[in-house]
Structures are given as structure tokens and as C-alpha cells.
């Protein structure tokens, strides 16, 4: 169970600069697929994939090429048209070396539609969420985890909530994707909505967003039960968890359902609303390329499948010899050693930023890192029972709890990395538990 002692300790919270501005008054640019698209078979920690094509199969935009059905069922799709060259296994951005299926785009980025579109006031609940599943849907946030899993068998539903809030710095992936989309968002925001049988669907907004807002408040006149929600500018408000907790005042132990409430991305959202009516799977992405490091940070469209290094070079390339290449952003992103991995469903960001080695100090038992824990943890205790080697107390401290979101490291006036003495925890509790 979630420890809620910090509520009494601390804001569980903070502000960090968000250095949005660098990309989010600028144009998307496109970018057509290079000489290779590689499309990985992973999704949801899921390597377990029956493989549709083989190689000199002919594929085009909508092809299924493969579909995982070891714990939830997720189908995976061709992002271009082109020739299917073989599997090939290379560095995922989930730090795991993954299968992907390599494609030669021929060009032409020919479709063929993935599955028949569907009318989502006709459809039944039950209908709409295997169309869903069967529509390969997955958190567009960063999570990739299968939406199906959130609406099925699902009731007392008070809330649906419509996370648009992009709460780590540098990404304005989700801001420029509801700008330009946003009736279709809401198109999949009214579905999601039947779904979850919710009463409400709210759209939660940064407050410091209020073009955005505004946009959004106005395209919701007239559209029954959904309104927008402005949350304030802290650090990680984007977290399914502290959402709950700012638009509901409540607290969970393993899911939001618990207490009345479905969260999804908003992304996510226009990716549904995409396949209900024109019949398309996630292929293409709007990721953000920003940070102190990349000459031209900006949003890119993409094909799914798409190398990180011919990115890069599309936005300039670096600034400087040593940097720190991040898949997400700066707080929760993991590090990537070389730029050639590639985007995935779930990627939204790719944050660059120079290389600095930093020194840190003996922990001052401050408690800072406890009292902005948004899960209620501590921190430092854990560390404590990492240097001891006691996995009965990193259980008991929960530290399979933390969902990483490096905030603990970032309040540390030691400047320990906090953050990667609890992934040690995780780490050690998971191989026990194997």
C-alpha cells in the first residue's frame, strides 16, 4: 500500500523549469523514411511475437506483421510500404536488446486499411473494446501498455481523465498533437468515455497552457460530460497517480479503477479516434527532439520504426562531442548509449543534452527526497537497505512502488542519484522474485 505519510511531510510535488519554449511554437516538420525502417516486436515488456511475414514479402502502410499474445493481446503494424529484409535484434529504447522486423520502404508509402472502421455510438462497450485491442492501441505517453486493459470489465466508473498535461520538460509532443487534432481527440475522448461507462471525462491541462486551454474549453461547448481541467505547472502531475489525487482527492493501491477512474493520454486518445474512423493503427509519431545539446530542437513526424540518428541530423545534429541522448525526456527517459535505436509506439521524446560529469556529497539526511516522493516513499531508506543487501526491508519499504520519475534525485542537495539506488532495489526484488 501506497505509504501517505508524506502528505503530511512535504508537497510530494515541485516546479522545474520546462524549457518548452524551444519547440513548441515551432512548425512540425515531416520526415519521409530513409533507406531502412525497423519496427521492434515489443510491447508492454512483451517479446513473445508470432511473426506475420517473412522476407521478400511485400508490405505496405497498414500490413499487420506480427501480434503478441503471451499476456495481452497487441498486434503490431507496418509503419511504410516497402520489402520485408529479415528480423534483426538491436538495442530497444527500453534498454533491452529487442527483434525488429526490418523493411526497404520502396517509396511509394502505398496503404492498405489495417481493419474496417467502426461507429462508435453504435458499437457495444464490449465491441469497442475489442476493436481497440484488436487495433493495437497502446499508451502514446511513453508507457506502451496495451488501452484494452484499462476499459475491460471495468465499472463504477466516476471519471474518465485525459492526461494532457506533458509534465516533463523539454516535450511539447502532446501539446502540438491536440493543437492540430483536437476534434479528434475529442472524438476519442467521447468513445473512451462509453467505454469506462464514466460519468465525467476531464482533459487535464497545465495551467500554464492557456492557448491550449482555451482552445480545448471551446471545442468541449456542447459536448456533454467533458470538460477541461487545469492543473497546476509541478513536477510529475503527468503521473496517472497524482492526477487522481489532484482531480479526485483520493489514493489507490495498484490501479486508478479502484477509485472510480480511467487515465489515458491524450495522444492516445486521437490515435483511437484515427482507427474508428479511418480504419489506421498507430504508424507515424510526432516526437519532440529537444535539449541543450540538438542545434534545431523542434516536433518531427515520423514513421514508427524510424532511426534515431537520421532524426538528429534532420534537426541540425549535436552541438557539441559529448552528449547525453535520453529516449523520453530528462527525468524519467533512460540513456542511450549511441543514436541507433529507433521510435517506437510509445516514444514521444528524444532529449539531448551535453555530457557533464558532476561530483556529489555524503547524503545530509535532509529528508527533502521523502517529502517530494509523489508515491510516499523514502528514498533514503531504501538506499539503506540496498547497501545492506536487505531485500526484506527494500520490500517493506516499497520500493517496487517508485516509478522512477527522478524527482527525488533532482530535489538532492548532495546531488546523489537517488533515483538509480531504488532502480538497484527494483532490480534485486525482481531477480529474487524470479
Known amino acids: 500500500m501506497v505509504n501517505t505519510m508524506s502528505l503530511l511531510l512535504g508537497p510530494m510535488r515541485q516546479h522545474i523549469p520546462g524549457f518548452k519554449e524551444l519547440s513548441e511554437h515551432k512548425d512540425i516538420i515531416e520526415l519521409r523514411p530513409g533507406k531502412e525502417i525497423l519496427i521492434p516486436l515489443f510491447a508492454n515488456h512483451s517479446q513473445n511475437f508470432e511473426l506475420l511475414v517473412k522476407e521478400g514479402d511485400q508490405v505496405f502502410i497498414g500490413t499487420k506483421l506480427a501480434v503478441c499474445e503471451e499476456r495481452m493481446t497487441v498486434p503490431i503494424y507496418s509503419s511504410v510500404s516497402g520489402i520485408v529484409k529479415g528480423v534483426r535484434k538491436v538495442m530497444h529504447a527500453s534498454l533491452k536488446p529487442v527483434a ?6 520502396d517509396g511509394k508509402q502505398e496503404r492498405v486499411q489495417a481493419f474496417a472502421p467502426i461507429d462508435p455510438d453504435q458499437a457495444s462497450r464490449e465491441e469497442l473494446t475489442a476493436f481497440m485491442m484488436n487495433a493495437g492501441i497502446v499508451g502514446c505517453g511513453g508507457a506502451c501498455f496495451p488501452s484494452y486493459m484499462k476499459y475491460r470489465g471495468v465499472s463504477g466508473i466516476e471519471k474518465l481523465i485525459i492526461n494532457a498535461v506533458e509534465c516533463e520538460p523539454f516535450i511539447t509532443a502532446d501539446y502540438k498533437m491536440v493543437q ?67 482531480l479526485m482527492h483520493k489514493e489507490y493501491e495498484k490501479l486508478p479503477s479502484e477509485v472510480g477512474a480511467v487515465v489515458n493520454n491524450a495522444t492516445t486518445a486521437i490515435a483511437f479516434a484515427r482507427a474508428l474512423t479511418k480504419g489506421e493503427p498507430i504508424v507515424d509519431k510526432v516526437v519532440t527532439v529537444s535539449g541543450t545539446a540538438v542545434r534545431e530542437p523542434v516536433n518531427v ?72 516522493c509523489p508515491a510516499g516513499l523514502q528514498p533514503v531508506r531504501i538506499a539503506q537497505a540496498v547497501k545492506l543487501k536487505d531485500s526484506e526491508a527494500m520490500k517493506k519499504r516499497g520500493a517496487m512502488d517508485c516509478i522512477e520519475c527522478g524527482l527525488c534525485t533532482y530535489v538532492c542537495p548532495s546531488r546523489i542519484d537517488v533515483t538509480e539506488n531504488v532502480r538497484k532495489a527494483k532490480r534485486t526484488l525482481a531477480a529474487a522474485k524470479k
Open 100 to 105: 525488429h522486423v526490418v523493411i526497404e520502404p
Open 180 to 246: 492540430a487534432n483536437v476534434e479528434e481527440m475529442l472524438l476519442g475522448v467521447h468513445t473512451m468515455k462509453r467505454m469506462a461507462n464514466a460519468k465525467e471525462a476531464l482533459i487535464a491541462i497545465k495551467k500554464s497552457h492557456p492557448d491550449l486551454i482555451d482552445l480545448v474549453e471551446k471545442a468541449c461547448a456542447g459536448k456533454d460530460g467533458i470538460r477541461v481541467a487545469v492543473v497546476p505547472d509541478v513536477y510529475p502531475m503527468g503521473w496517472e497517480r497524482v492526477l487522481v489525487r489532484e
Open 301 to 372: 513526424h515520423v514513421a514508427v520504426g524510424t532511426p534515431v540518428h537520421e532524426i538528429i541530423e534532420a534537426c541540425g545534429g549535436y552541438t557539441c562531442d559529448e552528449v547525453k541522448l535520453i529516449a523520453g525526456g530528462p527525468m524519467m527517459g533512460k540513456t542511450i548509449v549511441n543514436d541507433q535505436w529507433v521510435i517506437d509506439r510509445a516514444t514521444n521524446a528524444i532529449t539531448v543534452l551535453e555530457s557533464r560529469p558532476f561530483d556529489s556529497i555524503a547524503c545530509l539526511r535532509c529528508g527533502r527526497c521523502s517529502d517530494h
